[in-house]
């Protein structure tokens, strides 16, 4: 499996945890938008053909749940690859804004 590095871009209220693969072209994100004091929620996700089928996706989400947990953030999981793996991930549920089923 090739290293995965994963980087929280923020300027304006709104951001990225971005992710590059040594090697593969592009790059993969999940956007954000900062909704509060101790809230965002995860807009988008999305990666390149180059790196389908890498686990990229999943470590982004992996990382920005322990990051924004470190942080004292909630998440709201607008992102439908976000929700879908929150319904996967119920230990996620700490640092979510709302149960998997509200969304």
Request: net charge negative; glycine share 10%; aromatic share 6%.
């Amino acid at each position: 499996m090739p290293e995965i590095k994963i980087e929280r871009e923020d300027a304006d209220g709104e951001g990225r945890y971005v992710a590059r693969v040594a090697g593969i072209g592009g790059e993969a994100e999940i956007t954000f938008t900062r909704r509060g004091p101790a809230l965002i929620s995860a807009d988008h996700t999305g990666a390149p053909e180059t790196m389908k089928g890498m686990g990229v996706a999943i470590a982004l989400a992996e990382f920005m749940v322990a990051d924004e947990r470190a942080n004292g953030f909630k998440i709201v999981p607008v992102c439908p690859y976000v929700l879908a793996q929150y319904r996967k991930h119920p230990e996620w549920a700490d640092v979510m804004a709302m149960g998997p089923s509200s969304a």
